[in-house]
C-alpha cells in the first residue's frame, strides 16, 4: 500500500500561499463623484442660465423717477430699492433696461439728470447681477452671489 498524497483542499485556510481576494471600497468612487458633482452642478446651472440684472437706489424717489411705484421694492439684504430684473448681455446691462424714466435722459456717455422736477434724482447707487433659470412659469431670478 502506497502513501495517501493529500489534496490542496485539504489544507487549512491559513497555510494557503494564494493572496486573499481585494475588497475594493465604494467611498472613494462615490467621494469623488460627489466632488465632481458640487463642482460641476451650480458651473453647469449658471452656464446654461440667462443673465440678469437690477438698478440698485438709495432712495423710492429716484427708483420711482426711472419705473413705476409698482415696479420698485426694497431689498432687504442690500437695504436699497430695486428696479425690476431685466436681460444683461455682455457688458452693456442698460441697453435692455425698461426703466430710463422720465428723470434721466440718455446720451452716448452716461447718463445726466434731465432739468424741471428732477433735483432729488440720484441714478442707481450699483447694479445687481443674477441668473434667471427654471422651465416657463416656475423660471426664477436668483442672485449671483447666492
Known sequence: MGKKSRSKRARPQWIDSSPPPRRRSMVEPLMWVGAIGLIGFPTLRDATADRMARNEYRDVASCECDYSSAQCKWNGNTRRFVGPWYASVGTKPAADDPGHGQCRTRYSTG????????????????VEAGYRGGFGGTGRVRAAGS
Do not use: H, Q
Open 111 to 126: 447718463y445726466y439728470g434731465s432739468s424741471g422736477g428732477a433735483a432729488d434724482y440720484r441714478g442707481p447707487t450699483s
